[in-house]
């Protein structure tokens, strides 16, 4: 079994920061991709931000140049740090994982979410 936990969500004024953790364990012999996604009250989840295993990053338009995301293969933990938080910004925050478990196999792991809220 993989597990992704994640942490670090809150509530935060409008132009503030937060940082979000999210701690894979369990039975891994490396993690491939990994991802930031947010879904906020009546809306889809969104991607926010993608990493490579070489650590490579992508971002939504709506966050670039206001959060990083970042990644320790050591720790097998992915960090998205936000800045200048906007009211629109509010959602659950998901991490995903593609991870490579026993016997080779490829599994897509999500995390359980955190709830960032920003106040204007």
């Known amino acids: 079994q993989v597990q992704l936990v994640e942490s670090g969500g809150g509530l935060v004024q409008a132009g503030g920061s937060l940082r979000l953790s999210c701690a894979a364990s369990g039975s891994i012999i490396s993690i491939d991709a990994m991802g930031w996604y947010r879904q906020a009250p009546g809306k889809q989840r969104e991607l926010v931000a993608g990493l490579t295993s070489g650590g490579m990053t992508n971002y939504a338009d709506s966050v670039k140049g206001r959060f990083t995301a970042s990644r320790d293969n050591a720790k097998n933990t992915m960090y998205l740090q936000m800045n200048s938080l906007k009211p629109e910004d509010t959602a659950v925050y998901y991490c995903?994982?593609?991870?490579?478990?026993?016997?080779?196999?490829?599994?897509?792991?999500w995390g359980q979410g955190t709830l960032v809220t920003v106040s204007s």
């Open positions: 995903k994982a593609t991870v490579i478990s026993g016997w080779n196999r490829k599994l897509e792991v």
